[in-house]
């Protein structure tokens, strides 16, 4: 049995938790500026792509000062924390683990020390030659089960070298999703993988600069946005100003499931808002998979934009028909079996007199195992719903990914081994509808060899030695 460990969770069943991204970054490089609290409140923002731990490094341009705990952001820092985080220059990561357990040693920033000075480094996505490059250090270098700790022991192996020119040397040679920030005692850099799996974009303040995973970031430090860090980029912040180098041809491969679900809708990506996207979805899907109904009603949070869209397109009614308790998470206490039978109910009850007689059509952004989506159709017929048709905002992920996301192996996930038809039958619901592969792309209005649509079609942009990936590859284990 789990034990309960205080920490917040938005899963509405744990035994079929949602799509969870890799992490969010942030670093700023702002003398004159507190840069901890700037680095505090970019994170917070991020907050939605990790929740195991979190940490921020500092450097006032003699060392760097390294804080780091399990927990959300406000859980691990505080006023008097952040007052003793004082420099120029700071990185911050939340995590969510996808290479490493989720323990203190693997919480980021990590940081490397040598001889002539430290480097602390933060990784959003996930590598997968993780194992190949461990096998470059000298055994004992690490601690950490991570990939992040490996690409920071190496960044620091040779310091006969700048950290910008070891950087530029060595990613080359990294395979897999990375947007790095990273700093020694003067500067910060940040990277984005060739394919930009992960987004990464560059803010100007008044004072300095900022990177960060998404633009929603730079918004909550008042900062403007300049421009996305391109694939195959490094750059480099320092006194006088930003330098950019290229360390490799860019093949841009973003993550098609970042408008699906990962980012935040107030975020924007290839310079169309995340929101316009999930909304557009809605009403390609409504169109798609159109039905007699009387209500449309999302599945808080993540189905909102696309049951907005859908209702729009269809002319159905919009509603709220569910109503989520946000403040529910992990908790100390162990259900009494009465509770744990109520299961899902803990998180998200039906308002019976919104749904009563009524067709609903219930949107959400995607399933992955089924228990969550079967449970809430037994729920609104429970409400006296008449009729239940599901509509989901993505095509069937029906394959893992190796690149940041933590989906469940191809065995778990319920499109990975039934039809449509049988998957509507496992859920009890009247219809089901996903939106096709194509309508989803066209939404984006980005073209399709552009995005990583992996999880979906099976067919990786960057190969994959199944041998030697996955969660614990570090750990000695499967």
């Not at 089924?370 to 095509?395: C, F, K, W, Y």
Request: contains cysteine.
């Amino acid at each position: 049995m789990l034990k309960g460990d205080g920490q917040l969770s938005h899963d509405l069943d744990p035994h079929d938790r949602p799509p969870k991204d890799a992490c969010g970054v942030f670093g700023v490089w702002a003398p004159g500026e507190e840069v901890s609290k700037l680095t505090y409140y970019g994170l917070y923002a991020l907050q939605h792509r990790g929740q195991e731990s979190a940490g921020i490094a500092v450097s006032e341009g003699s060392r760097i000062l390294v804080y780091k705990d399990m927990g959300l952001v406000a859980q691990v820092f505080d006023e008097s924390v952040l007052g003793t985080l004082r420099g120029h220059l700071a990185i911050g990561h939340c995590r969510y683990s996808t290479t490493g357990s989720s323990v203190w040693e693997n919480a980021q920033p990590t940081l490397s020390s040598t001889e002539v000075g430290g480097l602390a480094l933060a990784h959003n996505g996930n590598l997968i030659n993780t194992r190949e490059l461990s096998q470059r250090l000298a055994p004992g270098t690490t601690r950490a089960t991570t990939d992040t700790e490996v690409l920071a022991a190496l960044l620091a192996q040779d310091r006969s070298q700048s950290v910008e020119d070891a950087a530029a040397e060595l990613l080359p040679q990294v395979k897999g999703a990375y947007s790095l920030v990273f700093m020694d005692e003067k500067t910060l850099y940040a990277a984005r993988d060739p394919q930009g799996i992960r987004p990464l974009v560059l803010g100007r303040l008044e004072r300095g600069w900022v990177v960060a995973s998404e633009t929603a970031a730079l918004d909550i430090v008042g900062a403007v946005f300049v421009r996305e860090i391109d694939p195959g980029e490094l750059i480099t912040i320092d006194e006088n100003g930003v330098r950019s180098r290229r360390f490799a041809l860019a093949e841009p491969k973003g993550c098609l499931f970042e408008y699906v679900y990962l980012a935040r809708p107030d975020t924007t990506i290839a310079g169309r808002s995340v929101q316009s996207t999930r909304v557009e979805v809605g009403r390609v899907l409504a169109r798609e998979h159109p039905v007699e109904a009387d209500l449309v009603i999302p599945t808080p949070e993540s189905g909102t934009p696309a049951a907005v869209g859908y209702a729009e397109a269809s002319g159905i009614p919009y509603g709220q028909g569910l109503v989520k308790n946000s403040y529910v998470g992990r908790t100390f206490i162990q259900p009494s079996q009465t509770i744990r039978q109520l299961g899902i109910r803990l998180k998200l009850n039906p308002l019976k007199e919104v749904v009563a007689g009524k067709r609903l059509v219930v949107v959400d952004d995607s399933i992955v195992r089924g228990n969550t989506q079967r449970a809430i159709v037994r729920m609104l017929r429970e409400a006296g719903a008449r009729e239940v048709h599901v509509r989901i905002s993505s095509p069937p992920v029906a394959w893992p990914c190796f690149y940041g996301i933590d989906f469940a192996t191809r065995a778990e996930l319920i499109a990975g081994s039934l039809s449509v038809e049988e998957i509507r039958d496992s859920l009890g619901a009247d219809t089901l509808g996903y939106i096709s592969l194509e309508g989803l792309t066209e939404a984006t209005t980005l073209p399709s060899d552009r995005l990583c649509r992996a999880c979906f079609t099976g067919e990786y942009p960057i190969a994959v030695d199944r041998d030697n990936v996955g969660k614990y590859v570090l750990e000695g284990q499967a």
